[in-house]
């Protein structure tokens, strides 16, 4: 897939058959060279990240099975790593966690390695990857354009080929628009599936831990160790027993009308019509829909009374008006503690019904193909209208957790010589079918189901 | 059982071997003989009912199964049936719907027959029946005593033995308070089963429709009937394939401690213990659990943002001030418009956990066996002190929809030579297991399991 699709624009990952600890040395060699600071907000000290390195490899010669045997690792800074501070974007914010948040303690369980923690917009309030005081977050292949957000970091990272999997987080699509800009891989599970237990909230309701993977069977394996029922998280679901495991042997997906393409530029239009060719052409089913109604849920997101919960997340600590706050973000956060109770109880509702209605919509599909997002801006240009372009961006994402969906987004051929990304997005719980429908399109091996279907351990009764 | 625990306080039903349309005269002659006119806010014309029963008559005579045919209904007014004024006890807020509510149409599709809509505490809104322009509803067996509430004339109508079923809503508990101050069963299903489509909101989230009767077995088959998932409901939810169908031989009851049971009255007290002793007696193992986490839980249903969903529902009509709005429903419906957006945010959260916290908490157990309510005030007594009693006769009761548990009310032992009454609480889906609990209890068959397990026909993928 990166040699066909993504390739000019990403660096090669690292050879996965050398040592994790001469792995590591490359990393930190790439990253120096990259010039790249802004990516990160902490980078671990070298010594100890060779020292742990140096433990997996003995481990893996002693003959244990570590999955991620490894593989570098950037975390966003919203994602508690015991010893380093957590920050946000918001240097006012910082506290330095006793833990590790659950999803990264089983990637390091599993032999993962974390090189440190990325930008990323602040307070996971964004898609652009700018606002951050720790600086805009510039895209891997072209500096004056933005990295997407609000994962910013975290994809530049793995598009640098400094590390394998960038951990990010995704509410409004945070963990899909960056892939989108770099023609990575950008796996949303389904809420709940991967435990939030020491992720900041921005959406409490509504965030989901992602990953970003130049190649598909690495984001699908990233996943399957985080997925999994954690007590700490009352959010946190299992695989209902009746989960599917694939597609069919010819999927039907469906793609919007092109009256519900509107917000996308002229050349993501086209390179979208060239991706559901591509689809049909590849033995799928393809029938139009109308999306308009999960293009209105999206715009409750950041329009409507569902914002209170970003004041819920940081709304006092934004109240003290930090020095370091983004004007934006801090714009955002602090109107939303002007929203009414009864309205959120409203706009709830509101997206039930759109929820039970996208389901019936979407009855008898495997899947939705939609692309991710609408245009690629610059820096200046978001710099410049830092509300609209972003609310653009988000045009196709938002409603994807407001509707308890899940989504995995991937490269597609590319729009005017520059990557253009999609994504498949299904009901919660058809991760695996995302998963299989993606495989398919980009001519993977579907890799392994994720594991952890069946029953949870700690049920009354 | 009604012989042993209730029966002196209730009027044995109309005797079922009757022909529907003799069921229906001796119903008229009842309801005529009881003299409680408040019971109802909508009394069908006895000609078109006895019409409908002669239909049903003619349908069983030629062989068609009907399982509840000629079975008598009392419907509270917050649940449409077509034709019929919904009232919500507000006069101003009266329409008449074109369409019956899908809980109601199903049990007239089983043979049922609407007798009229019951009167209620306006707008589902308490838990005393005295809180109506239509007449404080008068305990069926004591009329200086409150029935209890809101499904205060469902609950009376089946006590005086006119109705067969009373149907009814519970959100803080109005299924299940009148049921113990009557010596009635009192089945309040988990959230979603029974669909709420043309039930008015009292809080969106927290509505079910309930069932009273006489016995288990007959409450059992309403339910069961009223189960099922309905397309025009987005919170409408189908049984797990895993869902539980009885309880073990040996069952495992968690019981509260002392201290947890301050807030009831010493005949109530007494009462409990005797009915613990009761279900130690009858071969469960008892064993003592802190629910003080529930009981801190309940609170937030009132006292917390969560009435703010009591706003969306019905506040802007309020704030109309129309003459017929009780006073103390009307202020606590005001005021809930005042709460702000994250405050819900927070107190949902809160839920959310004190769910979580509850699962771990009564892991193991079988069903928690709690008192329904605190005390039977008489109707001076919460006229003096509209709020504060009413806020007491909650204690138990408005955790469960909260915490997204099931429950089924039923009498125990006497308290002081009145009725007394407990519930068998599970968590969501364990409902076969709390009915299966009652009837050990009372001495009953348990009944057939209630349909609708499989799989829900309109899911996408």
């Known amino acids: 897939m990166t040699g066909t699709l993504a390739g000019p624009f990403l660096t090669a990952p690292i050879p996965i058959d050398l040592p994790a600890t001469e792995r590591v040395r490359i990393a930190y060699r790439r990253m120096a060279a990259a010039n790249r600071p802004e990516v990160w907000i902490t980078v671990r000290d070298s010594t100890s990240v060779l020292l742990e390195a140096a433990a997996i490899d003995a481990r893996v010669a002693a003959g244990e099975a570590l999955p991620l045997a490894g593989r570098l690792i950037a975390v966003k800074d919203n994602i508690d790593v015991a010893g380093l501070p957590t920050t946000a974007a918001c240097p006012e914010f910082a506290f330095t966690p006793d833990a590790t948040a659950t999803a990264i303690a089983r990637l390091v369980e599993a032999g993962g390695i974390v090189l440190g923690k990325a930008n990323l917009d602040q307070f996971a309030t964004g898609l652009v990857g700018v606002r951050s005081p720790y600086g805009a977050v510039r895209c891997a292949w072209d500096p004056q354009r933005v990295s997407g957000g609000s994962s910013s970091g975290s994809a530049v990272a793995v598009a640098l080929g400094i590390a394998d999997i960038g951990i990010g987080t995704d509410t409004a699509g945070s963990g899909r628009v960056p892939a989108a800009f770099h023609g990575l891989i950008g796996v949303k599970a389904t809420l709940g599936l991967v435990p939030t237990t020491g992720v900041l909230p921005a959406c409490i309701d509504y965030d989901c831990v992602t990953v970003f993977a130049q190649e598909l069977a690495l984001a699908r394996q990233a996943i399957g160790v985080m997925v999994g029922p954690d007590r700490a998280d009352p959010r946190s679901r299992v695989w ?71 004041y819920s997340a940081v709304g006092e600590f934004l109240s003290g008006r930090p020095a370091g706050a983004d004007p934006t973000v801090s714009a955002i956060v602090l109107n939303a503690g002007r929203v009414a109770g009864p309205a959120v109880i409203d706009d709830q509702d509101a997206l039930l019904r759109a929820k039970a209605a996208a389901g019936q919509m979407l009855s008898g599909f495997d899947g939705l193909l939609l692309p991710t997002t609408t245009e690629h801006p610059t820096i200046a240009a978001v710099r410049g ?77």
């Not at 991937?410 to 990304?421: E, V």
């Open 240 to 310: 209902p027993p009746d989960v599917p495991l694939a597609a069919p042997s010819v999927p039907r997906i469906a793609v919007p009308r092109p009256e519900d393409l509107q917000a996308l530029e002229p050349g993501y239009r086209r390179a979208f019509d060239v991706a559901v060719a591509d689809l049909a052409a590849s033995g799928c089913r393809v029938d139009t829909v109308d999306i308009s109604g999960l293009l209105d849920a999206a715009r409750l997101l950041y329009d409507g009374a569902i914002v209170a919960e970003r």
């Open 385 to 461: 209208d830092p509300v609209a372009i972003n609310r653009r961006l988000g045009t196709f994402t938002n409603f994807c957790n407001l509707l308890d969906m899940a989504a995995v987004a991937f490269p597609a051929a590319p729009a005017d010589g520059a990557p253009f990304g999609v994504m498949m997005v299904v009901p919660a719980f058809h991760d695996q079918v995302a998963l299989d429908l993606a495989a398919r399109f980009l001519g993977q091996e579907p890799g392994n189901p994720l594991p952890g279907n069946g029953i949870e351990v700690s049920v009354f009764g």
